[in-house]
């Protein structure tokens, strides 16, 4: 049986004008063909709404997975969400479980959710969300199109966390640790639990809040009390 | 008048693989801002016969310039110009004039020009050749689609050959406005201002220093006045 298939869709402006060098292709295509997907054609469109529309319907009818990565903040020109919920001609607004997402995020920096930031929270009717362990602000899933952030840290993170369940696999646990020290800080340590828990992904997403640094650890893996037991093992070292 | 508009298609598996890391397209979208042509939509596809040939038609109809990048080399799987061609409805074989090029550069080598290496004087009839002056074998044009090679160096020289000859509009008048607030605080005034001049592309890029959040907010557009005062309604909000 052919592998599956799978298309990306990069949007912005900066991209085009040359003033951002995209890295997200690169890194899908590497984390796609290590799992088996099939990446047969990437484009780059502009931030204009048909521009983003007519890509999304044509990719999502020719190939198994769509991946986009860009759009999805909180200024005028971030207008993937509802391009996209127009594509498949569904219903979107502000949504309260992406809402609750980011009041509890906010909460924790002390930066306030205003309208703009708000924004972040319009997900289409239906859509499946994908966690941001860095900004807070979700993805989501629609129909066979996974819409991500252009960050690119953000990218990575949501990549690694939808990648496995389209491998068929058996469906990973996933868990977040925060801990409030830098990557440096919990290296060493990390890399020990890492080393004794080879089965599991366990990924470090740096953040900054106040001025400080500190890192959200997400563990995966596909037997919960392994998961459980790796992330045991940190709050050890660094607890809460 | 609007500026020219242009369209990327690279050619090649090896970057849909993640093998290796496409190096053109910000190449390509430096020069063209640089000379006022809008780059507007780029895509990768696969070393596939249909891929090329329907993404060639489909971006040579939609733009003014359409740019190639890769498959013109002497392997099996160098198939760009036959698939151009086939797009244009076009012959295609051994032209004397690319022929005549390989046996100069040849040579000067000592290297054999074996058939392989005469696959690369396939011309389409009435495409006008491109120079290549570090490895000898041609690009060409054809219609509005300029087909060069994917070797980085090779295509950034085909590319500083052939941009003279094209007609940019203006370039654009770039300006970019330093706010020390994270996107979710300025997007509101932003949003507004964005509104009030709706012939300025206005995009907004996130960055962190020492844990703290700022948005570089870049203003494009022909005209310097209407730029600068809307670089000024920005800084009337947030001075700096």
Redesign the interface.
């Known amino acids: 049986m052919p592998n599956p298939t799978a298309a990306m869709l990069?949007i912005?402006?900066?991209?085009?004008?040359?003033?951002?060098?995209?890295a997200n292709?690169?890194h899908l295509?590497?984390?796609?063909?290590e799992i088996g997907i099939d990446?047969?054609?990437?484009?780059?469109?502009?931030?204009i709404p048909a521009?983003i529309t007519s890509a999304i319907q044509a990719l999502s009818g020719a190939y198994d997975h769509v991946f986009t990565s860009g759009g999805i903040?909180?200024?005028?020109?971030d207008i993937t969400a509802d391009c996209v919920a127009a594509a498949f001609g569904a219903h979107i607004d502000i949504r309260p479980d992406a809402r609750a997402i980011l009041e509890s995020y906010y909460a924790t920096t002390g930066?306030?959710l205003?309208?703009?930031?708000l924004?972040m929270a319009r997900i289409p009717d239906g859509a499946e969300l994908i966690e941001n362990p860095v900004s807070g602000a979700p993805g989501f899933i629609i129909e066979n199109v996974h819409v991500m952030a252009g960050?690119p840290k953000i990218f990575q993170a949501m990549v690694a966390s939808v990648l496995p369940s389209l491998t068929g696999g058996a469906p990973l646990i996933s868990r977040t640790y925060r801990v409030h020290r830098g990557e440096g800080e919990i290296a060493g340590p990390l890399g020990q639990i890492a080393e004794d828990n080879p089965t599991l992904s366990i990924g470090s997403y740096p953040f900054?809040?106040?001025?400080?640094?500190g890192s959200n650890v997400v563990f995966r893996g596909a037997d919960e009390a392994e998961v459980d037991a790796a992330v045991a093992a940190l709050a050890q070292v660094f607890p809460q």
């Open positions: 990069v912005g402006d900066e991209i085009l004008s040359g003033r951002t060098r995209d292709m690169h295509a590497c984390a796609l063909t990446l047969s054609e990437v484009r780059v469109v502009k931030d521009a903040g909180p200024t005028h020109d930066i306030e205003n309208a703009a930031r924004r960050v900054q809040v106040d001025g400080k640094f």
